[in-house]
Structures are given as structure tokens and as C-alpha cells.
């Protein structure tokens, strides 16, 4: 089997050493060079070809951004960013993640290098993860869909969607909700993202979207029109209190390993909506999502998984599709409107 073959780039001659003997640590992976700057990251990727880019972000002569926008329209790969876990961290991150990048490790602000060592586990499997993911040129990207029409045709108030991401879900989560109309069915979702980082999704989204973006609150009323994002680190729930759909966001410890966990969201909604939900599960890696799902599709809602050919990596879809989770599976441009067809039957009160 052919190693995964890297080339880091950050400014910092002592995070470049750091980053090497990590990732140089596991046998499926070889560091080929590590660059200071993008200027000689460029000619080193003509030389070395590697597999997987580690990008920092905050560099001189030219910033992360910058050289990876380059990247994507020039030489397509998989790219890791690298972002200081503070709040413009997560925005750059995520401008990062729209604009083509597979997956991003949040770094602590403070005790940069002994911060690092803690996160080997992670920046390894990342990477990992990285060398299979699907990665499209900007420019053959197609044109935004057309906003679907008016939901009025069906009771929005007693319908629910939820949804399930992880690595692309930025990139897809902003594709699917900005093509809901403004009285759309209320959406709950479950991203895999950092408790600093989802304010900044979720208010990206709002200002994107005819749907109300927002971080949900616990014991917050779920209302048609709106999506509610569960918050970095807190798990998300569907409840009723008499007639009303109600959030629940608590702490409670990981389960599929995340917190917040599909899972745990897909269960609630099935407990809760039954029939009257429909469950989507999107690209990401890892198989949380799919025990939940299957839980819902056996509770009467219509379950969709993203297709392999649409998602970045298609793990927790697969999985979803070999328990039997999901009914059928799209192209994430056709999932909307098959989500709204949906909506229109099959839905009974509870």
C-alpha cells in the first residue's frame, strides 16, 4: 500500500518540525517536504506531488486563503487547513471550508506546539481521511440552484427535517438550505464543528438563506421557517411540550463519539415527529447518523442520503445505506426538493 504523501506549510520552523514527526509517526503516511511559505509551497507541490496539503492560515508574503484559492482553481487537492481556535480563526476557517478545503484542525490559541502534541490522534486521522475525499475544481462547480417555490401547500408546523453532517457538510449544509423557501418545514441539524465555530456557521447561513439561520437554544419553540444548528460541544433534541416542538441542548457525554452526535438528534426526532419527520444524512466520515436513522425510517419518516458521486466523503451516508437506514439516495442538488415532495405526504399527527 502507497503512503499518503504530505507537504505541510506554515511559517513556523518549530510547527513544521512538530507537524513532520506527528504525521511521519504513522506508517501510512510520508511527510515529503515542508514549506515556510506558500511562494515555495508552490514549486515544491510541482516537484513532490503530494497527496495532502496542511495549510496555515495567518502566513507572510501570502496568506492561507489566498494560496488556497489558487490551489483550487489551479491544481485540485486535498487541503487540511490549520486555524488558531478563536473566533476570526473559525471565520477564516470557514470562508476556508466554502472555498474548497476538506477538513480543518482548530489549534489552541495559547501553548501553540504543546497544543498540537494533543491533537495528533486527530490531525492524523484527518489527513487520513483528507487523501480520500473528493475534491472538485472551483471552476466546474455548477451555478446555485433555483430557490424551490412556496411550501404553502402543506402544513409546515407539523412537519420536521433533520439533517446529519460532518466532513464537506459546510460546503453542503450552505447548497441544501439555501434552497428552502421562506415557510419551509422547521430543519434541525447536526454539523461535527467546534463550539466556537458554529455561531459563525450559523450566521453565515442567515445571511445566505430565506430560512432563518441560528444556533439552537435549549427549551427554545422549533418554528417552520427557521433552522437550528446545534452549538459546538452540546448535543441537540427534539421534544414536545403539548402541541409545540421544543429544542433540548444539553451536555450529556459523547455518543458515536461526537458531541454533538447525529445520533442523538436523529433518536430524539424519531421519539418525537415519527411520521412527520423526514431524516437526511449528509457527507461526512465516521457512522454516526446511522443507527438514528434507522430509528426514524422505522418510525414511518422518509430517510435520504447524500449520493457517493456528491459527497466529499461518503462514510456516514454509506454506513446509513448498509444498515438499511436510508430510503434512497441523491445528488445533494436534488435532495431539497425531494425532501419538500416528502413534506406533502406520508405525514400523520402524533
Excluded: W
Aim: hydrophobic residues 45%; contains cysteine.
Amino acid at each position: 500500500m502507497t503512503a499518503i504523501r504530505v507537504l505541510i506549510v506554515d511559517d513556523s520552523a518549530f510547527v513544521r518540525k512538530v507537524l513532520t514527526e506527528m504525521l511521519s509517526s504513522d506508517p501510512a503516511i510520508e511527510v515529503v517536504g515542508a514549506a515556510p511559505n506558500p511562494l515555495i509551497a508552490r514549486d515544491m507541490i510541482k516537484t513532490l506531488n503530494p497527496d495532502v496539503l496542511t495549510l496555515d492560515i495567518e502566513m507572510p508574503q501570502m496568506d492561507g486563503l489566498s494560496f488556497l484559492e489558487k490551489i483550487m482553481a489551479l491544481r485540485p487537492m486535498p487541503v487540511v487547513m490549520i486555524s488558531s481556535l478563536t473566533q476570526k480563526g473559525a471565520e477564516t476557517a470557514l470562508k476556508a471550508l466554502e472555498m474548497g478545503a476538506v477538513d480543518y484542525v482548530a489549534k489552541p490559541a495559547i501553548g501553540l506546539v504543546g497544543g498540537l502534541s494533543t491533537l495528533a490522534e486527530e490531525i492524523v486521522a484527518k489527513v487520513k481521511m483528507a487523501a480520500s475525499a473528493k475534491v472538485r475544481p472551483r471552476a466546474a462547480e455548477k451555478p446555485q440552484a433555483a430557490r424551490l417555490p412556496s411550501a404553502a401547500s402543506f402544513n409546515s408546523s407539523e412537519k420536521i427535517i433533520a439533517v446529519g453532517a460532518s466532513t464537506g457538510g459546510v460546503e453542503a449544509l450552505q447548497e441544501f438550505l439555501t434552497a428552502f423557501p421562506p415557510d419551509a418545514p422547521a430543519i434541525l441539524i447536526t454539523q461535527h464543528m467546534p463550539a466556537m465555530f458554529t455561531a459563525s456557521f450559523a450566521n453565515r447561513l442567515d445571511h445566505c438563506c430565506a430560512v432563518g439561520v441560528s444556533q439552537a437554544r435549549d427549551g427554545e419553540r422549533v418554528l417552520p421557517g427557521h433552522a437550528y444548528i446545534a452549538p459546538g460541544g452540546y448535543h441537540l433534541e427534539l421534544t414536545r411540550s403539548g402541541a409545540n416542538y421544543m429544542c433540548r441542548v444539553h451536555e450529556q457525554p459523547l455518543v458515536s463519539g461526537h458531541r454533538p452526535s447525529v445520533d442523538v438528534l436523529f433518536r430524539s426526532v424519531a421519539k418525537a415527529a415519527g411520521a412527520n419527520a423526514i431524516g437526511v444524512i449528509l457527507t461526512g466520515m465516521g457512522r454516526d447518523g446511522a443507527a438514528g436513522l434507522l430509528e426514524m425510517r422505522q418510525a414511518g419518516a422518509p430517510t435520504i442520503g447524500q449520493d457517493e458521486a456528491t459527497c466529499v466523503v461518503y462514510g456516514m451516508p454509506k454506513a446509513a445505506r448498509e444498515c438499511g437506514a436510508t430510503e434512497v439516495e441523491l445528488p445533494l442538488g436534488k435532495i431539497p426538493a425531494e425532501v419538500l415532495h416528502n413534506c406533502r405526504g406520508r405525514g400523520v399527527r402524533v
